[in-house]
């Protein structure tokens, strides 16, 4: 298997469910816990939906937390036991769904908000799901997307697209085999969104208290 490719993303997460998991339920994540948890609870809420799709949703926290804001939430996750441990502690509808199954016409409903809250890891596979989400938005409907920062994640090296390694600094021992990750520039995310049919893009940049650096990147573009 390239140790730089989508499988590869896919194959790690199918290893570190369990430990995933564990860190989401316990707050383990300081990021999460100061910034981008609220973050992207507050972009969705803001549009005032009525139903939601959380693509690469994990063990499903985000559709269970905006369920009390009455929001009808479905999560779809290529990892079966992160959609088991989805399903056991309820609050939507949760599915496994590739992201070249979604491409492919997988899940069919229209809802109000599409979310893919730190999901978009991969390269050709996330830019072929992200092709079919105009579908599956409703009149009016949008996509919100939370990504790590490009200023901030690209570090030390070239500001161009490309594979990076993963790592699990900062996280626990559970934690193995870290996935690749795809490095997109602001410009190219705004340059994709384009071109898979949805031109209209607000940015925001969540900052984190302490460093005053921005925590993430947020993305909600709508369909052209």
């Not at 937390?65 to 009455?70: D, E, F, K, R, S």
């Not at 088991?84 to 599915?95: L, P, S, V």
């Not at 390694?165 to 994709?192: K, N």
Request: one cysteine or more.
């Amino acid at each position: 298997m390239d140790p730089r490719s989508d499988a590869k993303v896919l194959s790690s997460w199918h290893v570190n469910a369990d430990a995933w998991t564990r860190a989401v339920r316990d707050r383990r994540i300081e990021s999460r816990k100061l910034v981008t948890d609220a973050a992207i609870v507050e972009a969705v809420l803001a549009l005032h939906p009525a139903t939601m799709l959380d693509i690469g949703c994990g063990e499903g926290w985000l559709v269970r937390t905006l369920g009390p804001h009455g929001i009808r939430g479905t999560g779809l996750d290529a990892v079966p036991a992160l959609i088991e441990q989805a399903t056991r502690a309820g609050g939507g509808d949760f599915h496994v769904a590739t992201y070249e199954a979604i491409a492919d016409g997988a899940f069919t409903t229209t809802v109000d908000v599409v979310v893919a809250n730190f999901s978009l890891i991969g390269d050709d596979a996330v830019s072929r799901m992200l092709r079919r989400v105009p579908t599956l938005l409703a009149a009016g409907g949008a996509l919100v997307i939370q990504t790590l920062h490009p200023m901030v994640a690209c570090g030390d090296h070239p500001y161009v697209d490309g594979w990076r390694d993963g790592s699990w600094a900062g996280f626990s021992d559970d934690f193995t085999d870290p996935a690749p990750w795809y490095f997109r520039t602001l410009a190219s995310w705004i340059a994709l969104l384009g071109d898979c049919g949805m031109p209209r893009v607000r940015i925001a940049e969540p900052l984190h208290p302490t460093t005053h650096k921005p925590a993430s990147l947020i993305l909600v573009a709508e369909a052209g």
